[in-house]
């Protein structure tokens, strides 16, 4: 076994707001600490009536103010939506105020709508092409090194440089964070199509650097655990709607479990959810754990990465609970054998 994370959306119900979302995230996050989880990640996305974590760096201030021990980070900041000083000068303040416990994880993709997209970066590129040269330049700003400083040179900058990570649902940015010798994070919980050539893509492409002497792949998967497999597929029902409404456009708060039991799929939509969800562990907790080890044994993976939708901060606080109670979760600060050179 090795070390379990968790991902939070800091998800919108029906009948609550952004404002109980945030409050619910940075709740579950002390539960998440208290259970022995190694980190806790918050993504950057835009527009979406579902998700309120717009601003991470922010959220995890907050959230790294709220616990003690547990990483807390970005998982991830979708980097062609920002100038690398911007990031470069939050994550670095970030890591002042919060040594050796923050994560920047860096996406590709923005996150977003193409509109939405282009008002956050105020230009007609949309800048997907330069993400290796940004990723580099967003590096050079806070890396210990005995060259001239940079120009501009944040404050903080050199020497508070929070643990990197690379993102990805395909091989494009698997072969980058091999060649920069980063972490990397693989999205399987919504393309596990990708997984395994991303992985290999990876590993084969690693070269050793400064921070990371070995590969250190992490893979996220899609998770909600409950006392038996009735109750954990209800549960589950509002994050399937959720996928339907995002896939076709019909962006809305997460369903109530009654409300998502009561839409009527059509043959095309079910075919969909069918397809998109057969690779997320849903059920109680002992199919749930050996789901966990054979994904484990399969990728031969450093860590994984529980993403939990579900309509009430009360369900993913149990689900989570119920894994935590299956898995060894002393592991969650042990030592890897990906360490820094």
């Known amino acids: 076994m090795v070390p379990l994370s968790v991902l939070d959306l800091a998800s919108v119900a029906r009948g609550s707001t952004p404002a109980d979302a945030l409050a619910d995230t940075t709740r579950l996050a002390r539960v998440v600490e208290q259970l022995g989880f190694h980190r806790m990640w918050v993504a950057e996305h835009h527009g979406m009536p579902a998700v309120a974590s717009s601003a991470p760096a922010v959220l995890i201030g907050h959230v790294a103010d709220a616990t003690t021990t ?26 002042a105020l919060h040594p050796g416990r923050i994560d920047l994880g860096l996406g590709r993709a923005p996150g977003t709508d193409p509109a939405t997209a282009r008002a956050l970066r105020r230009s007609q590129d949309l800048g997907a092409d330069t993400f290796p040269r940004d990723v ?35 091989t494009f940015s698997a072969r ?27 590993r084969s492409s690693f070269r050793p650097s400064v921070w990371l002497g070995r590969p250190h792949a992490m893979v996220a998967v899609s998770v909600l655990c409950a006392a038996d497999q009735q109750e954990a597929e209800w549960l589950a029902g509002p994050s399937a709607l959720t996928i339907l409404q995002l896939r076709t456009g019909r962006l809305g708060p997460i369903a109530t479990p009654e409300e998502a039991a009561a839409y009527r799929y059509s043959p095309q939509e079910r075919a969909l959810i069918d397809g998109v969800t057969s690779t997320h562990l849903i059920g109680e907790p002992e199919l749930v754990h050996q789901g966990l080890v054979d994904l484990q044994h399969r990728t031969e ?26 898995w060894d979760m002393s592991l969650a600060t042990a030592p890897t054998s990906s360490s820094a050179a």
Do not use: C
């Open 136 to 170: 580099v330049e967003l590096i050079n700003y806070l890396a210990d090194s005995d060259g001239p400083p940079t120009h501009p040179a944040p404050v903080p900058g050199r020497g508070y440089l929070p643990e990197m990570w690379l993102l990805g649902s395909s």
């Open 176 to 202: 980058l964070a091999g060649l920069l010798g980063l972490r990397f994070s693989f999205a399987y919980h919504f393309a596990p199509d990708q997984m395994d050539p991303a992985l290999e893509q990876y």
């Open 70 to 95: 547990l990483r807390v980070g970005a998982g991830g900041v979708m980097l062609p939506n920002h100038a690398p000083l911007v990031i470069a000068e939050q994550f670095a303040t970030l890591e």
């Open 301 to 326: 993976a450093d860590e994984i990465m529980l993403s939990t939708r579900a309509h009430s901060y009360e369900s993913r606080a149990r689900s989570l609970t119920l894994v935590a109670e299956q």
